[in-house]
C-alpha cells in the first residue's frame, strides 16, 4: 500500500541553524501539506502547496519557514534559523485532491533545537 | 470558541467490548469533513474515518463507526471489540467549507485497552 514518507525520523540542531524536513507524498496526490505537533499538544496546520505553489496557510507559517517541491517526488519544509520553540514533531501529509479527500500522513520528523 | 472538543483526556476499556470517543465540532459552513485518526506511541498519525456532511449514512470502516448527530454538531467515533493495539491517542479533525484543505484537530483522547 502506498505511503508518504519523511526523513529524517528524527533531527537535532543548534538554535539559529536552517533545517530541511524531506517528504515523499504517495505518487498519485496532487496536494501536499505539513503539520506540526509540539510535545503533548494537539496537532496544527502550517500550510497547503499544490501545483507548486502555496494555497493555504496558517499564522505559524511565518517568513522563517518555506516550502518548495524541488522534483517530481520530493516535498521540503525549510526552516531558516530554527528557534527553541520550533522543537516538534514535523508531518506531511497528502491528499488525491483538497477539499474533502482525506490527508495521509507520514510518520513524522522529530526536530529538537536546542 | 474550540472549533473542535475533545473533552475524554483519557479512557479504559476492557479488551472486546466497545468504547465511545466524544467529539463535538463549531462551525457555520454547511460544508464540512470530519475526520478521525489515531496516533500510536510511535508516533504516526494513522487515518481511520471520514464523515461529510451531507452525508446521509453515519460512515463505517470496519470496526469503527461514526456516530454524526449534525444538530448536535458532535461525531462520536465508536471502536467496537477493542483489541490491545487500539490504545492510543484518537484525534477528532475538521476541515471547514468546500474548498478548504487544512484540517483543526482536537486535543486528543488517549484511549487505554486493558486486558
Known amino acids: 500500500e502506498p505511503e508518504v514518507t519523511q526523513t529524517p525520523s528524527h533531527q537535532v540542531t543548534q538554535m539559529g541553524q536552517e533545517v530541511i524536513l524531506r517528504c515523499v507524498p504517495i505518487s498519485n496526490h496532487l496536494y501536499f501539506y505539513w503539520y506540526r505537533q509540539i510535545l503533548g499538544q494537539k496537532v496544527e496546520f502550517l500550510v497547503s502547496f499544490y501545483n507548486n505553489e502555496i494555497s493555504e496557510k496558517s499564522e505559524i507559517f511565518d517568513d522563517q519557514f518555506s516550502v518548495e517541491r524541488p522534483d517530481g517526488s520530493n516535498f521540503t519544509l525549510k526552516i531558516r534559523s530554527t528557534k527553541l520553540e520550533d522543537s516538534a514533531m514535523y508531518f506531511c501529509a497528502s491528499s488525491v485532491a483538497g477539499g474533502g479527500e482525506t490527508q495521509y500522513f507520514g510518520p513524522g520528523t522529530r526536530l529538537l533545537v536546542l | ?115
Open chain 2, 1 to 115: 470558541a474550540q472549533k473542535i472538543t475533545q473533552t475524554q483526556p483519557g479512557m479504559f476499556v476492557q479488551e472486546k467490548e466497545a468504547v465511545t470517543l466524544d467529539c463535538t465540532y463549531d462551525t457555520s459552513d454547511p460544508s464540512y469533513g470530519l475526520f478521525w485518526y489515531k496516533q500510536p506511541s510511535s508516533g504516526e498519525m494513522i487515518f481511520l474515518i471520514y464523515q461529510g456532511s451531507y452525508d446521509q449514512q453515519n460512515a463505517t470502516e470496519g470496526r469503527y463507526s461514526l456516530n454524526f448527530q449534525k444538530a448536535r454538531k458532535s461525531a462520536n467515533l465508536v471502536i467496537s471489540a477493542s483489541q490491545l493495539g487500539d490504545s492510543a491517542m484518537y484525534f477528532c479533525a475538521m476541515r471547514e467549507g468546500s474548498y478548504a484543505r487544512q484540517l483543526t484537530f482536537g486535543s486528543g483522547t488517549q484511549l487505554t485497552v486493558l486486558p
